[in-house]
């Protein structure tokens, strides 16, 4: 059992602020991942969880109990880093019993669990090896099987897959969630990949320049974004935002973007719910998928032109030109041919984000 | 103008074979992708086209003349760097006139600036011609570098993984950008990546190199449907097709190790495909689908969560495949699915060469 909670958490690097008020809870067995460009200040309050850094400010409490004040080793939280960090001397089996030597364990007692964890991540064969006859994944679990093994009231991971390859990464996601759902521990992850995010947390956590930006599941932060930095961080292909005007006509809201003479239809209920922000400096966001291109004219599909696509095997990225603006949509494969075609294209009002341009804030329109 | 044509080319240093007896077709105006991972020969061959290397055998055409004794300057190519090798002390100014400056050009000044600024409109890097370098993103200095190349008009351009240095996001803006600039210039292209996501979007033809040899060319399309062997088929695509052991009994694969069985259509089957014959088959995962009433049983192994889709990993026994499903798909890791799939989209390979049936013959 196991709850993280921050609060008011501030922390300077001489001048430069680098965690500006956080206010963060973290409920027991959950996985957390703290997502962000680097220089976000993901690490860093990871690190100060930790006890590895200090805080200027606030409080750091670990069920209920604040502990800014304890050291690292009083905290019993284990860390696992991108770069392994293994006794290079001692074999498998002595990294892993390492942290249980300062225990009053038995002899027995330590061998038991050392194998445990061994089996657990699949490693029981590597243990008489030294690491440096480990591949770099091996090295990982051994890693991750040292701070297991001392059953942490939490286990924090600062990019644990960064350094490996494509397929190992993939490979050793998987068994970071599997073994998260075994073990039950209170896990927090930070990684600036955002599908490994979206793959992994229970909730995300996503940060811009020390401050805190939105907290939600991988769904709520994919199809809710609480601000233009959230919308365009995640999503691959990245989402349009494009400055628009909104105006009424006689059946429908109209959504114009770039200048097009001819905006997108609307449902009316659109007005009401920008609720007076209309008339302001808005932002319309639509990712690929909600951009919805046939070949035949219809009703409520704007003509446009295709310019680059951009074939990706099991679809296609179509840009597609808007008045002055680009709109990228996501097709089938092959649904276009090139460069050139005249398609018709709506925006899916249902999948229409609104920010108000002077803050970045979602107006948090859903239709 | 500039058609592009290697002959032959084989390339050993010491010991080492980078290359051998490749064959590429580089048409004018095309842009080419070479494709392959980290020591597949695909800078050796870059710099044996930029006169920068001597193949050991072969020859190197353009436009039908044989180059061999021309010298990288003659040969009139731009060459572009992963590493951006820009004058720091410059401005970007500066950085795009100096391949002009020198006496042999002989160029009016005021057709220098014409240069200049052609280029920096194209590139969008006009309000930053007057920053020093060093002052500059990282993508902006990567469009520097690409805009020295521009200046010049050169034969050809070729781009060693000009995108790699850059994060996802930029990466992503830039490969438009890059395929956009082709476009307008109409240029030859041999552009050099690791990253199939590139080859794929970018590429008018993608070659694939393994080993020193080109395993398979054509458009993104042909290599991505029609992949001709296993190494294609496992290179090419994210996530890449499934590949599974097993053999074909009447109209049915059977999967070697939990013998689990699917349907083949005729259209899939290939002379060939002759029943009990050792072979892969191979699957791209939108052609796996999850049904309550499907055939085989799998547990759920994995879930990669991209937004718009989820990519499932499928466990049974001890194959594992992919599926891409709808966003919407709940799915729980170790919950028990049914799967099927596409029975037209299939691709079967000789097991014991890799090689696809519809490519052998």
Not at chain 1, 228 to 257: K, R, Y
Not at chain 2, 2 to 19: D, V, Y
Not at chain 2, 260 to 266: A, D, T, V
Not at chain 2, 327 to 352: C, G, H, L, S
Request: hydrophobic share 40%.
């Amino acid at each position: 059992m196991t709850q993280i909670e921050l609060r008011g958490v501030q922390k300077f690097f001489g001048a430069v602020q680098v965690i500006k008020d956080l206010n963060l809870k973290i409920d027991d067995n959950e996985f957390i991942v703290l997502l962000g460009q680097s220089g976000c200040g993901k690490t860093t309050t990871l690190r100060a969880i930790a006890g590895l850094e200090t805080i200027d400010q606030g409080d750091i409490l670990i069920d209920g109990k604040p502990v800014q004040h304890l050291k690292a080793a009083d905290r019993d939280i284990a860390m696992v880093f991108q770069s392994f960090s293994l006794y290079p001397h001692m074999s498998v089996y002595e990294n892993i019993a390492f942290p249980l030597r300062a225990t009053r364990k038995s002899r027995s007692e330590i061998d038991s669990e050392v194998r445990s964890v061994a089996k657990t991540l699949q490693i029981s064969d590597l243990l008489t090896r030294k690491p440096s006859a480990l591949s770099g994944g091996d090295m990982q679990r051994v890693a991750i099987g040292r701070a297991l093994v001392r059953r942490p009231k939490a286990m924090l991971m600062d990019e644990p897959i960064g350094a490996l390859d494509a397929k190992l990464r993939e490979e050793m996601r998987a068994e970071i969630k599997r073994l998260h759902i075994k073990q039950g521990s209170t896990s927090i992850y930070v990684t600036h990949d955002q599908i490994e995010a979206m793959s992994l947390a229970d909730r995300i956590v996503i940060m811009h320049e020390g401050v805190l930006q939105q907290v939600g599941t991988p769904d709520e932060v994919y199809s809710q974004p609480a601000n233009l930095f959230v919308a365009q961080f995640v999503g691959s292909p990245v989402m349009n935002v494009a400055d628009a005007s909104v105006t009424e006509n006689a059946s429908a809201a109209s959504v114009s973007v770039g200048g097009a003479a001819t905006g997108f239809e609307f449902p009316r209920a659109l007005l009401s719910k920008l609720n007076g922000h209309a008339g302001g400096q808005l932002a319309l966001g639509i990712r690929p998928e909600g951009v919805l291109v046939r070949h035949e004219a219809a009703e409520g599909f704007l003509p446009v032109e295709t310019q680059i696509v951009e074939p990706l095997g099991s679809f296609d990225i179509v840009d597609l030109k808007v008045g002055s603006k680009m709109l990228r949509a996501r097709t089938r494969s092959g649904f276009v041919s090139g460069p050139g075609e005249r398609l018709y294209a709506r925006v899916d009002p249902s999948q229409a984000h609104f920010f108000d341009t002077a803050s970045g804030k979602s107006l948090g329109v859903r239709l | 103008m500039a058609h592009i044509q290697l002959k032959n080319i084989s390339k050993t240093f010491g010991n080492h074979t980078a290359l051998s007896g490749l064959d590429l077709d580089i048409g004018d105006g095309e842009f080419f992708v070479l494709l392959g991972e980290t020591g597949a020969g695909k800078t050796t061959t870059l710099r044996i086209v930029a006169g920068l290397e001597k193949p050991t055998e072969g020859q190197v055409l353009i436009d039908g003349i044989d180059v061999a004794d021309w010298g990288a300057a003659e040969r009139d190519v731009a060459l572009v760097l992963q590493q951006y090798s820009l004058y720091p002390r410059y401005t970007v100014r500066q950085n795009l006139e100096f391949p002009l400056k020198p006496k042999i050009r002989r160029l009016p000044d005021a057709e220098i600036k014409d240069r200049v600024a052609r280029a920096a409109r194209t590139l969008r890097i006009e309000h930053l011609l007057d920053r020093k370098t060093d002052r500059l993103s990282g993508g902006e200095m990567q469009r520097v570098s690409i805009g020295r190349a521009i200046v010049r008009k050169p034969r050809v351009f070729l781009m060693d993984e000009p995108l790699s240095a850059l994060d996802a996001k930029l990466r992503e803006a830039l490969r438009t950008e890059l395929k956009n600039l082709q476009m307008q210039l109409g240029a030859t292209f041999l552009f050099v990546t690791h990253d199939q996501i590139e080859a794929m979007s970018m590429g008018d033809k993608v070659g694939v190199l393994h080993h020193g040899r080109i395993i398979q060319t054509g458009t993104p399309h042909e290599i991505y449907n029609n992949p001709r062997n296993t190494y294609v088929a496992s290179f090419v695509g994210s996530p890449p097709m499934n590949l599974i052991d097993g053999k074909l009994v009447d109209d049915r694969a059977v999967m070697a190790p939990m013998n689990f069985e699917l349907p083949i259509s005729g259209g899939a089957r290939t002379s060939g495909a002759t029943d009990g014959r050792p072979l892969v088959f191979g699957i791209r995962p939108e052609d796996v689908h999850l049904e309550s009433g499907a055939p085989v049983e799998a547990k759920v192994h994995d879930v990669e969560n991209h937004g718009v889709e989820k990519i499932v990993t499928l466990r049974v026994g001890d194959t594992m495949l992919r599926a891409t499903v709808p966003a919407r798909t709940a799915v729980a890791i170790e919950q028990p699915v049914r799967f099927a799939w596409n029975p037209d989209k299939v691709v079967m390979f000789d097991k014991a060469s890799g090689v696809s049936l519809r490519h052998a013959s």
